[in-house]
């Protein structure tokens, strides 16, 4: 079976290596001070291509979900829960990870991530209920 990898491009590959070692981070925009993800080249409020990493807590609450049946994401089997979430640090930012819960998420309830390791080059970000 092949499955989908996400695959690092020129704008993303620096996030990728962060989440290897275990750091959430999201652009913020050196022209207006806005922060962005998924990682791009220019800032879509001001159009600058001056920004830097920052680091932020990989908290959130669910704002949706979807019931997977389509093997795409590595080391899952069908079928699986993908939830989005809303970075608590960056209320504009939407994050779509694996459901790591033993129930249905619940829409509105706090999250975090769990780093995963898939294989020896790939880490994904999972998410969980807070505690
Ligand atoms: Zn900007």
Do not use: K
């Amino acid at each position: 079976m092949t499955v989908h990898r996400p695959e690092p491009d020129r704008d993303s590959r620096e996030w990728w290596e962060r989440v290897a070692r275990r750091e959430f981070a999201v652009q913020r925009c050196a022209g207006c001070g806005a922060d962005r993800f998924p990682a791009r080249a220019f800032c879509p409020a001001c159009r600058s291509e001056e920004w830097r990493w920052r680091a932020v807590p990989p908290e959130g609450r669910v704002e949706s979900w979807i019931v997977s049946h389509q093997p795409f994401v590595p080391g899952l089997a069908a079928p699986y829960v993908v939830v989005m979430v809303r970075l608590a640090a960056v209320p504009g930012c939407l994050v779509h990870g694996n459901w790591r819960g033993d129930r249905e998420p619940r829409g509105g309830e706090r999250v975090r991530a769990v780093f995963r390791d898939v294989g020896e080059d790939l880490t994904l970000v999972d998410w969980e209920p807070a505690r």
